[in-house]
């Protein structure tokens, strides 16, 4: 018997046809599952498919049962499911798993869900309901978690037995649930890591499972508070905490977390990563920057990542004092300070504030003042300590909102933000037909990446936007912070100049209208660059121009001299005009002063266009305007025209940004009029800029492959 059992059991349920009742199956027994929060049992997805149809419809048609009685639930979340409750699906994928309301089970026992994701090699063991014997009975192993691969927890002399699928898998080392037995193989057995239930949270309706989690810590912070209620996981992480244990306690961690349960919950990863790379930042050092994404849902998710923190040089120095506990008790100060500033002030932060001050007297004193500037908003801010013990001085906080680096410019996102999210997309040589390799990253502080996902084998270029679309879906998740929006943007080659990335829309197309179905380009920057330039180290021209356009005045220039001449005489072809030649246009835009934009009223990725495209780069210019479309225009005077105005009116490179998000809504929403009447926003129709500052990261800057989101150690 585990030394976990006996907390196991109580919340482990059995998974069956309703009551015991006709089964289409044959067999009334399906499999196993167990209560995170009172009245919300966690189990897989391909445990529940057997109850057929009725399930996906929501009716209440799985049966429960449990220590504590039977009763019925309903599946409310669940990934994967079928398109339709008719549809039965051939295999499961990961992350398999299925969340089930059970009514008239609010006494239930819970399991302690793990805040971090799994480390291996750890000892564990597995539990769960098996007919193994002849009889449906309650059955455990031991064993061990052995790494990853896939979206898979590998097991190893821990076989998960038939109908333990949707029982817990136990970390004994820690005390928490870590996973959900999924399967067995020929020699070892596989686990959901419990890290991929945030995929729940991106199904629809999947914002149940903040209440979910929410009830889960108030659960045990109840159990640990009660004098009755037996010996409960709290005191089983307690004993296996080292006397001389540095960190974050578990009873600290249970009372930390329950007063985070009456919090509102952050709105994506970013705004838990951005929280968790300032402490970082400030406890480690000033240059930190993380390297490996989690995809963080919660704000015990960022404990997770802080909690065991350490720094071997600095933990026996004279007057150490503990990092894991600074940097736990330093990022609840700043979720209670992020949050009354975005909601104002309110009992749940009153509570937390309280706990902190409480707790905080064994901090460093750098610590110690900071949480109580953070605390008391009238109070000014900390004084910064460079003593190397809490880690930085106030240069930790220069990376808090993105830095700029030389010839680097600023990044692109709003303030607040966490980071823009850059995506590479490059030509892979000899493919025929042609394919494009692409690469989905971060982008901090205009110089530091962390490469998130990519496919360098590549895909046609008709398939570009349906590939991104969930790479960048993720992406601006962890670069998003709240209600401050990552940018994004997008590293071409110059055939691929007049993609319409700015029209691109992430959600399902059957999604109702909102936020997330606006185009990209109208509710966040989206920006070009040139793959081709940024193989190479910057030229002087390049540095020279791209200063020049960052601090401004701009001024518009025409990319192709004749285009705005044959306007200017009323007629877009003007045959009658000598077109200007690359060599030409290369001369005459290499003369035009700092701040000058090349601006143009037709494509630039073919003919023409791309000719003097070329010839504009060759010339160092970092900014650019054009129209992506390839149908004749008639109003080029009037582009050029409005361009200057837009251009003059920006002041600077950083100034283009909003008023290009505002056309484009303005012209989206001039559309929905009588399409007879022409919109005063008409020339601005298919806007594509150039924004490509120069060493934005440095070109030689190395690239590691993509870690998978939620398995990365802290």
Not at 108 to 114: E, G, K, Y
Not at 264 to 271: A, K, R, Y
Request: aromatic share 6%.
């Amino acid at each position: 018997m585990s030394a976990f059992d006996a907390l196991v059991r109580p919340a482990l349920v059995r998974i069956a046809a309703p009551g015991g009742g006709y089964d289409p199956h044959g067999d009334p027994f399906w499999g196993t599952g167990f209560f995170i929060a009172p009245g919300w049992v966690l189990t897989c997805a391909h445990v529940v498919a057997k109850g057929g149809s009725a399930v996906w419809r929501k009716e209440p048609a799985v049966g429960i049962t449990w220590e504590g009685g039977e009763t019925t639930g309903r599946v409310v979340l669940a990934k994967p499911r079928p398109a339709t409750p008719e549809e039965t699906l051939p295999f499961w994928d990961f992350p398999d798993l299925a969340l089930v309301r059970v009514e008239g089970a609010r006494g239930a026992a819970c399991v302690r869900l793990s805040e971090r994701p799994p480390t291996t090699p750890a000892r564990i063991s597995l539990h769960g309901w098996s007919r193994q014997t002849g009889e449906v009975a309650v059955r455990d192993v031991e064993g061990q978690a052995n790494g990853f691969s896939g979206g898979a927890l590998l097991l190893q002399w821990a076989v998960p037995i038939e109908g333990c699928s949707g029982g817990p898998v136990v970390d004994l080392g820690r005390g928490a649930v870590i996973g959900v037995n999924k399967g067995r193989g020929q020699n070892e057995g596989a686990a959901v890591p419990l890290t991929s239930l945030r995929e729940l949270h991106d199904v629809p309706g999947g914002e149940v499972l903040h209440e979910v989690l929410r009830a889960h810590d108030r659960h045990h912070l109840a159990r640990h508070r009660s004098f009755g209620s037996g010996r409960t996981w709290t005191d089983a992480q307690t004993e296996l905490w080292p006397a001389t244990a540095r960190g974050v306690s578990p009873v600290r961690r249970v009372q930390l977390y329950g007063r985070f349960a009456e919090l509102p919950p952050p709105s994506g990863p970013g705004e838990v990563m951005a929280l968790v790379d300032a402490v970082k930042r400030r406890v480690l050092h000033p240059e930190y920057q993380a390297v490996l994404e989690t995809d963080a849902r919660t704000w015990r998710d960022g404990v997770g990542l802080l909690h065991e923190l350490h720094a071997p040089r600095r933990e026996h120095a004279p007057g150490a004092t503990d990092l894991g506990l600074d940097a736990v008790l330093l990022y609840a100060a700043k979720v209670a300070r992020h949050l009354t500033e975005r909601y104002g002030p309110g009992p749940g932060v009153d509570a937390l504030a309280d706990w902190i001050a409480d707790e905080s007297g064994g901090a460093h004193v750098a610590v110690r003042e900071e949480i109580a500037a953070l605390l008391d908003p009238e109070a000014p801010p900390a004084p910064a300590h460079g003593d190397g013990e809490a880690g930085a001085d106030a240069g930790g906080w220069a990376g808090a909102d993105g830095r700029a680096g030389a010839d680097g410019g600023l990044p692109n996102r709003e303030q607040g933000a966490r980071a823009d999210v850059r995506v590479e997309i490059d030509a892979v040589p000899y493919s025929s037909p042609s394919r494009y390799a692409w690469r989905v990253m971060l982008l901090f502080d205009g110089r530091t990446v962390s490469p998130l996902r990519g496919d360098d084998g590549g895909v046609a270029r008709d398939r570009l936007r349906e590939t991104l679309r969930g790479p960048l879906v993720d992406a601006l998740r962890l670069g998003d912070s709240g209600d401050h929006l990552a940018a994004v943007e997008v590293v071409l080659p110059r055939e691929l100049f007049d993609e319409p990335l700015d029209t691109w829309r992430l959600s399902p197309d059957d999604e109702p209208f909102g936020e997330r179905s606006l185009p990209l380009g109208q509710r966040r920057t989206v920006v070009i660059r040139d793959r081709h330039r940024s193989h190479h180290p910057p030229s002087p021209e390049w540095r020279k121009r791209w200063r020049g356009s960052e601090s401004g005045p701009l001024r518009a220039v025409p990319l192709r001299a004749e285009v705005l001449a044959a306007s200017a005489e009323g007629d877009a072809h003007a045959p009658h005009l000598r077109k200007e030649g690359r060599m030409s246009a290369y001369e005459r835009l290499d003369a035009v002063g700092d701040g000058s934009v090349p601006v143009y009223c037709g494509p630039v990725a073919g003919g023409d266009g791309q000719r003097a495209m070329e010839a504009a780069l060759a010339a160092g210019h970092p900014i650019a305007l054009w129209r992506r479309s390839a149908r004749d225009h008639g109003d080029c005077a009037e582009f050029h025209e409005r361009a200057g105005e837009l251009l003059a009116a920006a002041a600077g490179a950083e100034g283009l940004h909003r008023p290009v998000r505002t056309l484009r809504r303005m012209g989206a929403a001039d559309s929905d009029g009588d399409p007879r009447e022409r919109s005063d926003h008409a020339w601005a129709e298919d806007l594509a800029v150039l924004y490509d500052p120069p060493d934005r990261p440095p070109y030689e800057a190395p690239l590691q492959g993509p870690p998978l989101l939620g398995e990365a150690d802290a």
